[in-house]
């Protein structure tokens, strides 16, 4: 069975800076398609980056230009360097391979707060 598991959240003021990891097993991690969503209480559970097999990225618009997602094939993680964070970026982030109908990991949470 697939394994996703995420580490690195915590609280932190704004303008801080976080770095959250996936650890994939299971899985052909190299081949697979590895996103991060985010979501808060009451809503839908949104997209905030994804990484192809091949390195393409894409971000919302909301962390456009503050969050780097990555990846290591050879160690079969994921990475989240966020960066200049703001009190709505508070959220469970959470870990995704394969996309929507894919895999899912246990969640972190991510508070920023003064």
């Known amino acids: 069975q697939v394994q996703l598991v995420e580490s690195g959240g915590g609280v932190v003021q704004p303008g801080g800076s976080l770095r959250l990891s996936c650890a994939a097993s299971r899985i052909r991690f190299s081949v697979t398609t590895m996103a991060w969503y985010r979501q808060t209480p009451g809503k839908q559970r949104e997209l905030a980056a994804v990484?192809?097999?091949?390195?393409?990225?894409n971000y919302a618009d909301s962390v456009k230009g503050r969050f780097t997602i990555s990846r290591d094939n050879a160690e079969n993680r994921l990475y989240l360097q966020m960066n200049s964070l703001k009190s709505e970026d508070t959220a469970v982030y959470y870990c995704n391979a394969g996309g929507g109908s894919g895999f899912w990991g246990q969640g972190t949470q991510v508070t920023v707060s003064s």
């Open positions: 990484i192809t097999s091949g390195g393409l990225t």
